[in-house]
């Protein structure tokens, strides 16, 4: 998981190294068997000395990706704000979709009015009549109606 974001590993992070697993000790790999111990204590103070520079280098990594994803979910989401007497479509769902209509049919149900603003990004809708709808609706399942 640590890896994917910031592209170390949370271990060498901590430690500034890499781990061995216990079956790389217990029987030795290419990996263990071929170290010279002085140059990997060299190698090791050299990884110490630059461990700061790594940590800083992974934040800003994972800061990016972070950003990354808000700008995807913002411009997927498409979010916008509505005021009360907006006009607004309504997403349709399995339950208000017509029977035997198929993939074709109409995606969003018209016109509906803002009635009230019940929290961030959540309303209260009526329809033409005033009638309002039984339950709060979310922003993502409402998009701006052009007259």
């Not at 029987?27 to 000395?49: G, H, I, W």
């Not at 790594?54 to 411009?75: F, G, I, P, S, T």
């Not at 769902?93 to 803002?114: A, D, F, H, M």
Request: charge should be negative; hydrophobic fraction near 35%.
């Amino acid at each position: 998981m640590g890896k994917l974001s910031t592209g170390e590993t949370h271990f060498s992070l901590v430690y500034g190294a890499e781990a061995l697993i216990p079956v790389e000790v217990g029987e030795p790999t290419l990996r263990f068997s071929q170290t010279d111990e002085e140059a990997n204590n060299e190698a090791l103070l050299v990884k110490l000395e630059l461990l700061d520079e790594r940590r800083d280098l992974a934040l800003v990594r994972m800061v990016a990706q972070k950003q990354r994803m808000e700008r995807y979910y913002n411009w997927s989401a498409d979010l916008c704000y509505f005021k009360v007497e907006d006009l607004v479509l309504r997403k349709m769902t399995q339950n208000t979709r017509e029977i035997n209509v198929g993939k074709l049919g109409p995606t969003w149900e018209s016109p509906y009015r803002v009635s009230i603003v019940t929290g961030k990004w959540s309303y209260e809708l009526e329809n033409q009549d005033g009638v309002k709808l039984p339950s709060n609706w979310n922003v993502t399942h409402l998009k701006r109606y052009y007259s």
